[in-house]
C-alpha cells in the first residue's frame, strides 16, 4: 500500500476559535479511512482544506507526493479529490447532466452539446449502477439520489480520493443501504475513501481504519477490526461516558396532555395518539411515512383538514406555531437549516427568539434575564463556541442543532415534540439530550420523540407508535419493546388486536 493524501501540520485558526491544531496523518491509497470527532472537533474544517475551500492557517496538504500550502477548489479536483459536503453543491434547477458536467470540459462550453452531456452522464452513471434518467432535474430527485449525483460528478472528473462529509445524515435507511453500497463499490473500483458519520454502525461497516479528532488536535488512527464503540468514544469524548443511555428515571402519569384523534391532513395522513404527563412517546416509521407531517400540523406549522386536538382536556384550535406555544406545545424542527436557527444571528439572539415577549415587559426586553437563558442553554447542552455572540452560520452542524434544540426548550413549553433531535450529533451531546429528555419528563413535561434510530427510541421512550403511510399500524410499550416488531409494523404489517 502506498500513500496517497498526507496532511502536514495542518492548522486553521479562525478568531476565537482553533478549529484545527497541527494536524498530521496519512491516508492509505485504496482504503475507506473514517474520521471521527465530536461536534466541532475540526472534521469538516479539515477537509474543506483538502477540497481547497479554505486555506489553512499552516500547514501542507500532500497529494500523490506533491505538496500544496494552499489548494483552490479546481487544483484539487484536477488532482483527483472529490469532495460531497455537508450542504450538497448541486443547482436545483439544473438537470442531472447538467449538474455532472458542472465543472468539467463539456459542460464549460459556451454551446453544451446536451446530447454528448447525457451521454457522458449516462456512462457514469451505468458505471456506478445507477438507474438515474440524465435528464430529470435534480430538484425532483430524492436526497438520496441527489447524493448519487453529486458522487458521479465526482466520478466523472476522475476522482480517485472521494471525501464524503456525513453523507447519511439525512438519508432514509433504504438510500443509507444504497449508499454504503455505492461507497464499497467506489473502493472495489480502487477510489480512496474518506468519510465523516457519527454513527458508530456505519462506520464499522465500511471503514478499513478510523482517525480521531478531538478539540481541533488529532488523536489517534485506529485499525476498525482492532477497536469497538467503547474505545471509539472513549477516544473521541476524552473519558469514560458510562451507559449510551441514561437510566429514566420517572414513570409516566394516568394524566393526557395531550390527545390527538383523527388528524387528518398533509401528505394523507389520519392519526390518533394520547400523550402522558412524563411520558417519552417514540415516534417510529419510515422517511415519509407521515411522521413530520402530524408533528407540524399539531404545531400550527402545516394546516389539518379535519381532526381534533385537547390540551390538558381542552380542546384547542391551533393554526401556527405562535399559537401552539401559547398552548404549551413546542416543536424541535428536523430542518434546521430552513426551520430551525437564523444563521446570520448571534447564539445570543437565537436561543431566546421565541420567548422574546416572555422576557420583556411590553416595552423593554429583559437583556439580563435573556442573557441568563441563553447562557444556561450554552452550558447545559455544552454548545462549542468562544462566546453568544458568534454567529450561528459560524458553529459546526451539530452545534447548530444544538441551537435549534435549546431555542426550543427556552420557550418552557410542557409537551415538546423532538423530530430527529439528535441527527448530526456526537455521542456524548447525544448522551447530553438524553439526560435532558430525563430531566424534563422528572420535571413533568411530556415528550414526543421522532427518530429514525430506533436504538434511540429503544434506550428512551416509555412507549413507542408506529407510523406506516399516513396511520399509527400499533403502539408497542417499553416492556415488549423489539427491533423486529417496531420494523414490521414500520413495514405495514399490522398485529391481531
Ligand atoms: N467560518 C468560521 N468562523 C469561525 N469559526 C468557525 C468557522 N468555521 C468553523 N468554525 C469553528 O471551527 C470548529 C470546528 O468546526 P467544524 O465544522 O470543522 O467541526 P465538525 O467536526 O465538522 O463538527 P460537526 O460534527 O458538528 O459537523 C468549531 O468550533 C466551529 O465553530
Ligand atoms: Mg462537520
Known amino acids: 500500500m502506498s500513500t496517497i493524501l498526507k496532511l502536514n ?18 491516508i492509505e491509497e485504496g482504503e475507506v479511512h473514517a474520521i471521527m470527532g465530536e461536534n466541532g472537533a475540526g472534521k469538516s474544517t479539515l477537509i474543506k482544506t483538502i477540497g481547497g475551500a479554505i486555506k489553512p492557517t499552516g500547514g501542507t496538504v500532500e497529494i500523490n507526493g506533491r505538496q500544496f ?15 460531497i459536503y455537508q450542504e450538497f453543491n448541486l443547482v436545483p434547477s439544473l438537470s442531472v447532466s447538467e449538474n455532472v458536467c458542472l465543472g468539467n470540459k463539456l459542460g464549460n462550453r459556451l454551446y453544451k452539446d446536451k446530447k454528448k452531456m447525457n451521454a457522458e452522464t449516462k456512462k457514469v452513471l451505468d458505471e456506478l449502477g445507477l ?6 432535474m435534480v430538484s425532483s430527485l430524492s436526497t438520496g439520489q441527489q447524493q448519487m449525483v453529486e458522487i458521479a460528478k465526482s466520478m466523472i472528473k476522475n476522482c480517485r480520493i472521494l471525501i464524503m462529509d456525513e453523507p447519511t445524515a439525512s438519508l432514509s435507511a433504504a438510500e443509507v443501504e444504497n449508499l454504503l453500497d455505492m461507497v464499497i463499490t467506489l473502493k472495489k473500483k ?6 465523516i458519520s457519527h454513527r458508530l454502525e456505519e462506520i464499522f461497516r465500511i471503514s478499513d481504519r478510523i482517525s480521531i479528532l478531538r478539540d481541533g488536535k488529532y488523536i489517534t488512527t485506529r485499525y476498525t477490526k482492532d477497536t469497538d464503540r467503547q474505545e471509539l468514544i472513549k477516544l473521541m469524548v476524552g473519558r469514560d461516558i458510562g451507559d449510551e443511555y441514561p437510566k429514566r428515571t420517572n414513570q409516566p402519569e394516568d394524566e393526557v396532555v395531550l390527545d390527538v384523534r383523527n388528524l387528518c391532513g ?3 395522513v389520519n392519526i390518533s395518539f394520547e400523550l402522558h404527563k412524563g411520558e ?7 422517511v415519509g ?3 413530520t407531517e402530524m408533528a407540524k400540523m399539531v404545531y400550527g406549522y402545516l394546516k389539518k383538514d379535519s381532526g381534533e386536538i385537547y390540551v390538558h382536556g381542552q380542546k384547542v384550535n391551533i393554526r401556527k406555531p405562535d399559537e401552539a406555544i401559547a398552548c404549551g406545545i413546542g416543536l424541535i424542527p428536523e430542518d434546521r437549516k430552513r426551520e430551525g436557527a437564523l444563521l446570520d444571528y448571534t447564539i445570543a439572539w437565537n436561543i431566546p427568539i421565541m420567548t422574546i415577549r416572555k422576557l420583556s415587559n411590553g416595552l423593554f426586553i429583559d437583556w439580563e434575564k435573556c442573557r441568563e437563558v441563553v447562557d444556561k442553554y450554552i452550558k447545559e447542552l455544552s454548545i462549542a463556541t468562544p462566546n453568544a455572540e458568534q454567529l450561528v452560520r459560524n458553529l459546526s452542524g451539530g452545534n447548530q442543532q444544538k441551537v435549534v434544540v435549546a431555542k426550543t426548550l427556552a420557550t418552557n413549553v410542557d409537551i415538546i415534540i423532538m423530530d430527529e433531535p439528535t441527527r448530526g450529533i456526537d455521542v456524548g451531546a447525544k448522551q447530553e439530550i438524553y439526560n435532558l429528555i430525563n430531566d424534563l419528563t422528572r420535571q413533568g413535561k411530556s415528550i414526543l420523540m421522532i427518530s429514525s434510530e430506533m436504538e434511540e427510541l429503544i434506550g428512551m421512550a416509555d412507549r413507542i407508535m408506529v407510523f406506516y403511510e399516513g396511520e399509527v399500524t400499533g403502539f408497542v410499550d417499553k416492556d415488549h419493546f423489539d427491533s423486529n416488531r417496531i420494523m414490521a409494523l414500520a413495514s405495514g404489517i399490522r398485529e391481531e388486536a
Not at 71 to 81: D, H, I, K
Not at 280 to 286: A, H, Q
Open 280 to 286: 417519552v412517546l417514540g415516534v417510529s416509521g419510515l
Open 266 to 268: 398533509q401528505g394523507d
Open 69 to 83: 500550502e494552499a489548494l483552490t477548489p479546481a487544483l484539487s479536483s484536477e488532482n483527483g479529490v472529490g469532495v
Open 289 to 291: 411515512s407521515g411522521r
Open 190 to 195: 480502487g477510489v480512496t475513501i474518506l468519510y
Open 131 to 136: 438507474n438515474i434518467d440524465p435528464d430529470t
Open 9 to 26: 501540520n495542518i492548522t486553521k485558526l479562525y478568531p476565537g476559535v482553533t478549529a484545527l491544531d497541527d494536524v498530521s496523518f496519512e
